[in-house]
Structure formats: structure tokens, C-alpha cells
């Protein structure tokens, strides 16, 4: 059956696969008929992401990122992409009067730093393929809004963005693809690892249109949108997933 958001014969790279969106996008690519690499930090969270791919010759690798001989070992080997997603990273709430810069770096490492060394390291050794696509993950804190003692975390998701659609330009007489998804808040362990309670969500949630929060897997999808051929006129764009919030 004609499906122009089939991932058949596409060899998929998801970064932070090991947990929430990360593992929801690596799962649901493979449902698509991607051949999936599922990067992540910890091994056995990593592992259960793999044992839940449903296509063959998928593999995983256990790097951290910000670590750059752990990188480029795993690049040697590794397959022509199709696409790339950058899901990995990381979620900090500090009011800006306590932003150190040493904190600062910390989430920029993770949250910037990172994923674009090592786009960058895939491009260089020419492992993404003519045509292919390239996802970051940002988010509506920092382009669209904000929230009190996001402002660093909200900062590494504008640059992001920014650097999502220089590379879409630069890239594009290549045929190389670059968006970047831009979600709400979505139900991973990244929001319950802080200071806010349960209580505190469960009245956030009553802030968005469709009074809850995303699943991963909704998120994911909008990731399979722009891995896939249904978005071959897309580049430099972001695509809202926030139930609707930032329209109040």
C-alpha cells in the first residue's frame, strides 16, 4: 500500500535512544521499516530499547557524547544514513542568579555542544547520505517561550534552532534536509528527575488546550514526518508539538 511516510529501506541514526522521546523515536522508526542505530549512555536502558526494534540489522552502540574518542571510535564502521536524529539531552532548572558558568557549559555540553560535533564528525566523514535527513530536537522553551529558571535550558534550544536552519541552507544543494521539532512538555523520566512534584505537573497540565502532556511516541511521530519522503519539500523548519499551548 502507498504510504509516503514509510521508512523502508532507510537506515536511521537515533541519538538518546536509550530513554524517553530518544527511545519513543527509535521504536516507532523501526515500526516504520527503518533499519535503526540507537545511541545512548546507558547500556542496559539501551538494551531494552533494542529488544524492542521489530526490523533487522538495527544496531545500538553505549556512547556517551561528550566524549570525543568514544565518538569517533563508534563512527569507525558505521553505515551510510539516511537520516539522523539528535534527541539526546538534557533538562536543568536553575533561576539565572544561580546559573554558574560552569553549569552553564554543563547543559550547553549536552544540549548543543554535542549534537552538533557530532553531526558535524557524520557530515565531515560523509556518512549521511545525499537526500537524507536531519531532525534536532529543540523545544518551545527558548524560540517560542519561556518558563521561570529555564532560561539556560531554554538558551542551548535557541541555538539549536538557529543552528538547525544555518545547516538547512548550507546543506541544501546537497539535498540534505534539516529541521528541528520543537515539543511541549511530554511524560519522560526528564521531568519527574527535579524539584517539582507530581501536584505541581498535574496543575501545569490544566495550561494546555488538551489538559495533558504529550506521550513520547507523539512526538516521535512528528520525527517520522520529517525522516520521511512526505517531507522531501521541508528544510529549516520547526515544528510545534504542544497540544496547543503556545497559542493562549
Do not use: W
Not at 536509550?18 to 523515536?25: E, F, L, Q, R, V
Not at 521504536?27 to 545512548?40: P, R
Not at 529541521?179 to 505537573?201: A, F, K, R, V
Request: charged share 20%; hydrophobic share 40%.
Amino acid at each position: 500500500m502507498y504510504n509516503p511516510f514509510s521508512l523502508e529501506g532507510k537506515t536511521i541514526l537515533v541519538t538518546g535512544a536509550s530513554s524517553g522521546i530518544g527511545k519513543a523515536t527509535a521504536i516507532e522508526c523501526s515500526k516504520m521499516g527503518a533499519t535503526v542505530i540507537a545511541l545512548g549512555r546507558n547500556q542496559k536502558r539501551l538494551q531494552d530499547t533494542f529488544n524492542q526494534l521489530e526490523t533487522s540489522g538495527c544496531r545500538q552502540y553505549s556512547v556517551d557524547l561528550t566524549q570525543e574518542d568514544e565518538v569517533k571510535a563508534m563512527l569507525e564502521g558505521l553505515p551510510k544514513l539516511d537520516g539522523l536524529v539528535n534527541a539526546a539531552g538534557v533538562a536543568s532548572t536553575t533561576l539565572f542568579q544561580f546559573a554558574t558558568p560552569d553549569k552553564i557549559r554543563s547543559i550547553f555540553d549536552v544540549n548543543f555542544f554535542a549534537p552538533v560535533e557530532f553531526t558535524r564528525l557524520l557530515l565531515k566523514k560523509k556518512l549521511i547520505k545525499k537526500g537524507a535527513s536531519i531532525v534536532f530536537f529543540s523545544s518551545v522553551d527558548g524560540p517560542v517561550n519561556v518558563h521561570i529558571g529555564n532560561s539556560t535550558y531554554s538558551a542551548t534550544k535557541s541555538a539549536i534552532a538557529s543552528v538547525a536552519r544555518g545547516m538547512a541552507v548550507e546543506l541544501a544543494s546537497k539535498g540534505i534536509r534539516v529541521n528541528y521539532l520543537m515539543p511541549g512538555q511530554t511524560e519522560t523520566p526528564l521531568i519527574h528527575g527535579n524539584s517539582i512534584t507530581q501536584d505541581q505537573l498535574e496543575q501545569d497540565m490544566k495550561s494546555y488546550p488538551l489538559g495533558r502532556y504529550a506521550r513520547p511516541e507523539e512526538i516521535a511521530y512528528g520525527a517520522i514526518y520529517l525522516l520521511s519522503d512526505a517531507s522531501t519539500f521541508t528544510t529549516g523548519t520547526g515544528l510545534v508539538i504542544d497540544g496547543g499551548f503556545t497559542v493562549l
